[in-house]
């Protein structure tokens, strides 16, 4: 199901709320209307809580069906939450702490920032069961901002070339294709949240972008 919600007037859905096939973690302030489209469009069990003492949940996480790999500030309280949710967590020790935003996975692979470090590197690999390629997308290193990627598509920033796609769908063994959100919003993966039951785009998405996102995540060969 393909949504098109703000949050409270905000378009950067992918920085605020970090989302599996399973899980999504929301801010404690989030609407109870929002927390329903986010059920209703994801098929999600909803986390309220905060990642290192801040709301920006979806920057400072990333995580797939086998773990989710978090900021290196993130306390132990808000760890012991997460894992009594069944959640197999680890933390990264990197000086780069946004790691939701300069790492992009699914079930199948990721890849991640060359600035990011070959321990961290190894613990995403460990924990989430999966292969990290290092690489930029379409001349940055925020990969995580740049990219939605289910276990069904990908949709990526509208410059990513296509040498860099073929990457994408090697590494992550699904199809992908680029677009922008919310009236054209290149950077897709910060404004914007999926998984392989739905998506949820920015309100002032347009028909066109829509469709886009339908057809690069694959949802449109469940219709």
Same mark, same amino acid.
């Given at each position: ?30 609407? @109870?209307?929002?927390? $329903?489209? =986010?059920? %209703?469009? +994801? #098929?999600? /069990? &909803?986390?309220?809580?905060? !990642?290192? *003492? ?63 470090? @070959?321990?961290?590197? $190894?613990? =995403?690999? %460990?924990? +989430? #069961?999966? /292969? &990290?390629?290092?690489?930029? !997308?379409? *001349? ?63 309100? @002032? ?19």
């Amino acid at each position: 199901m393909l949504k098109r919600i703000n949050l409270t007037g905000n378009p950067n859905l992918g920085v605020y709320i970090a989302v599996t096939d399973e899980i999504a973690i929301v801010p404690f302030n989030l609407p @109870e209307i929002m927390e $329903n489209d =986010i059920k %209703e469009a +994801l #098929d999600v /069990d &909803i986390i309220r809580t905060t !990642i290192a *003492g801040s709301n920006l949940s979806g920057a400072l996480t990333v995580g797939n069906s086998n773990g989710l790999v978090l900021s290196p500030f993130t306390t132990d309280k808000e760890i012991e939450l997460l894992k009594s949710n069944g959640l197999n967590i680890a933390v990264l020790n990197d000086k780069y702490t946004a790691i939701g935003n300069i790492i992009a996975v699914n079930d199948n692979g990721g890849i991640a920032s060359p600035l990011i470090s @070959e321990k961290s590197v $190894n613990i =995403i690999e %460990e924990t +989430l #069961d999966i /292969d &990290i390629k290092k690489s930029n !997308i379409a *001349g940055f290193s925020i990969i995580g901002s740049l990219a939605v990627v289910t276990n069904k598509g990908a949709l990526l920033h509208r410059e990513t070339s296509t040498q860099e796609l073929e990457l994408v769908e090697k590494v992550f063994k699904v199809d992908a294709d680029i677009g922008t959100v919310g009236k054209g919003i290149a950077l897709v993966g910060a404004c914007s949240i999926a998984n392989s039951q739905g998506a949820i785009v920015p309100e @002032e998405s347009t028909g066109p972008e829509m469709v886009r996102v339908e057809e690069a995540l694959g949802f449109l060969d469940d219709v």
